[in-house]
């Protein structure tokens, strides 16, 4: 299977910077798309951010021009920068990549989540 490991969270104050990394390993496989998800507490996961495999990206309204999403695809790794942080970006962060595996069948992986707190 494709494991997922996500790592950077933290604890910082309204206004810093976090930068939230994720690598995928396990067997042969080819990513397509990676992304970033995060869930606050009582409320629904929602994405964060989005990269295909070839580079178009995405994002959530509420963290457009403060979040940035990357991926080195010789590593399989995808990155998340988040500057100027607010309290209501408090959550759980997780990392979810699709693809197909060297046998066939697709994928789609998720991570275990790295929380993310943002003092006021």
């Known amino acids: 299977q494709v494991q997922l490991v996500e790592s950077g969270g933290g604890l910082v104050q309204a206004g810093g910077s976090l930068r939230l990394s994720c690598a995928a390993s396990?067997?042969?496989?080819?990513?397509?798309?990676m992304g970033w998800y995060r869930q606050a507490p009582g409320k629904q996961r929602e994405l964060v951010a989005a990269?295909?495999?070839?580079?178009?990206?995405n994002y959530a309204d509420s963290v457009k021009g403060r979040f940035t999403i990357s991926r080195d695809n010789a590593k399989n790794t995808v990155y998340l920068q988040m500057n100027g942080l607010k309290p209501e970006d408090t959550a759980v962060y997780y990392c979810?990549?699709?693809?197909?595996?060297?046998?066939?069948?697709?994928?789609?992986?998720w991570g275990q989540g790295t929380q993310v707190t943002v003092s006021s």
């Open positions: 979810n990549a699709e693809g197909r595996l060297y046998t066939g069948p697709l994928f789609d992986s």
């Open positions: 990269i295909g495999s070839g580079g178009t990206t």
């Open positions: 396990g067997g042969t496989f080819r990513i397509n798309a």
